[in-house]
């Protein structure tokens, strides 16, 4: 009786412990198109008693399921979530799972605002991303034009502009820095961005940071960043090539054409571009080539340039790999500073500006990545950077750079904190007949920080600090000392917020100190261009300001429509500005760059992006406006600043404006797509740049022109049919034939056509 007794009792609680019975689930979280492991994806069980764990540095996960458990949800940051149903089996299971990257727009992730994977919507700086889509559609060869498609970025005869922080300086200085990869890519002395350098066959996505991030990135960063990221090697390999032919039409004041004669062809432009992706065991390969030759509808101004790289990345282990990524680029081009005339010269160059040259550029890129034991990520970069022009105008140039840095990336995931510590060097040299022959140098060293702490998964604070030490060492001529040693310190710091008020609604704030040290090129360039000079200034200063935002991300899911509005409103001051200004130096007139002083620029923008899926009808949508007012502080104290700025065409503008800024400017860009047709159209409207420099619109008719043609609206259309293999496309840029001049004394290009073909295989 006592056994059945004992039994009885015993019975529920064996019932209730088989109930409760474990099993084990492992396995490997990779991406389902390169076959990476994913870092950090969170595993969680859909049972009543949710399970949950996360992936490791190689992407395995191990997770304790009970019986009831009827599946799993893995998420990633970016990525589609994953949902699968499982069935107890009375045995341990492994699953490996490949996850698809996010086709929701407001999934987007960007590094260029804290170093490390982050969702665009929680950002707390506004970022602008552009994906190899709208590259391929617009059939673009520079990556600069397109980048003129992005709201509150303009670009001016090659120098980046975002939201008014920067105006015109020719061939010297940049308040946006450009990144390859998160390495710099501009010119070591001269500090502008090269564009010709971008691999345009291999783009995987544009990140556009826009406002100060010099704690971050140093002191090219005042304005911004433009950080490229190129393509990776894909479990499948891959090879796409690329060919276009573009011919420009007669412009709109037949006066101006200079060509169609038996001895003068019609300007014209064509390109040939390629592209390999393939994993060779634990070696992945991506190698791209690139030509372009172009006679262009500028009289005399050609460019013949041929580009080849590769990007090499070797796993050692799931925790250490080595990539490698380097670039040739060769050029051969003729161009002019600015026209003869605004009538029929406008096409045809002032001969005293004409330079022509070759440059042969190269760089290598090793970067080690390793996780240790607890997940942290030590990230080490170096680059080699050489340059070579040769000029027939006594302007030869000659540099070489050498860039460290040593970035650690870690998660307190316990207290919700982030954070980025790192340190970098960057050490350039610079022979050149611009410089006098002097022999130059720049040294620039640096340590930051970056913390993001979480609260409460609603409101994420960005805390950022920099401290910069730049140099320019002793210039020797001979055995003269002509310039003595230039160094400083300087230390900048950066806040931001971002709150989640509702499930797609996100508010944010910021603030950012810049600083800017002088380029080698500002402070002692020496030459001519055609009637003037251009003057050296060893005593130019630092720039330093701040940018301050707030705005409000609007998360749009509706039906087939997915996408987000975005509002800001932002300041930027900067004290101590650096601008190339014509007037009597040392007893000579020419230009030099000089402290003008502080500035204001107060504004607003709005940007829409977006796509809409119906059936096989597919809208991609990308529109913005931005609203600058800007001025000099000290505009009323400063004669030799009013003399130095043009009078407004416009009698009722004010004449305390930056110079070379536009007030308003609108950006549309549309494709529909429906099964393999596309049809797209993009315009842009830009208002009248109110005032430049004072001598430069004396030049040339150009302030005459400037009278008669004020802003200007131009518009685009492309049309494309995917065969599957080969795509072709056709585009009429300028299609209403506007004539116009971004910047002054240099008409932009009038209608032309271009045929693209892409074979994909």
Known sequence: MKRLILTALALPICFAILSAQT?????????????DPLIGATIRSSGQNSQGTISDVDGSFSIDLQQEDTGIIVDYLGYEDYILAINYEGRDQVLDIALTLSKVILETTTITGSRYEKSLAKSAVSINVIKPKLLESTNTTKVDKLLDKIPGVQIIDGQ???????????????????????????????????????????????????????????????NGIINIRTGYATSVPSTKVSSSFTSYLSPADSRKQWWGSAEET?????????????????????????????????????????????????????????????????????????????RSGAYTGWEGTYTAGTTKRYYIDPQLTIYDKKNNKHKLITRFYELNNTSVTNQATSSENFFLEYQFTSKLRNLGIEYTLGSSGYFASSQSELYGNLDLGSNNMAAYGQLEKTFKEKLTVTLGTRYEYNQHPEVSAGDTLPYPEDAEGRLVSRIGLNYQLAEFTNLRGSWGQGYRFPTLAEKFVSTDLGSFLVIPNPELESETGWTAELGIKQGIKLGGWQGFVDVAVFRSEYNNMMEFTFGQFAGQSGFQSQNVGNTLINGAELNLIGRSKIDQLQLDLLLGYTFLDSSYKDFDTNDNLRASISVPTDPTADRNTLKYRNKHNF??????????????????????????????????EINQYREANGGYFRTDVRMGYDFGVVKVSVLAENLLNEEYAIRPGILEAPRNLSVRAELDF
């Open 160 to 222: 980046a502009n975002i939201r008014g922080g920067s105006g015109y300086s020719y061939g010297a200085g940049s308040r946006v820095l450009l990144l390859i990869d998160d390495v710099p890519a501009f010119q070591a002395d001269a500090g502008r961005p090269l564009w010709d350098d971008i691999p345009v066959e291999n783009i995987s996505q544009i990140e556009v940071l826009k406002g100060a991030s010099s704690a971050l990135y140093g002191s090219a960063a005042l």
């Open 266 to 342: 019609s300007p014209h432009r064509y390109h040939l571009g390629a592209v390999h992706k393939q994993k060779f065991g634990a070696l992945d390969v991506v190698a791209a080539g690139f030509y372009e030759n172009t006679k262009s509808y500028y009289r005399a101004v050609f460019k013949e340039k041929y580009r080849l790289s590769a990007n090499l990345k070797y796993r050692f282990s799931d925790r250490i790999n080595l990539a490698i990524n380097t670039m040739y680029n060769y050029k051969n081009d003729g161009n002019y500073l600015l026209w003869a005339d605004a």
């Open 23 to 35: 099993y084990n689930l492992s396995g490997k979280i990779t991406d389902a198109v390169t076959g």
């Open 667 to 700: 950006k549309f860009d549309a494709e529909l797509t429906r099964s393999n047709i596309s049809l797209g159209i993009s315009a842009n409207y830009t208002s009248p740049m109110i005032t430049i420099d004072q001598f430069l619109s004396l030049l040339n």
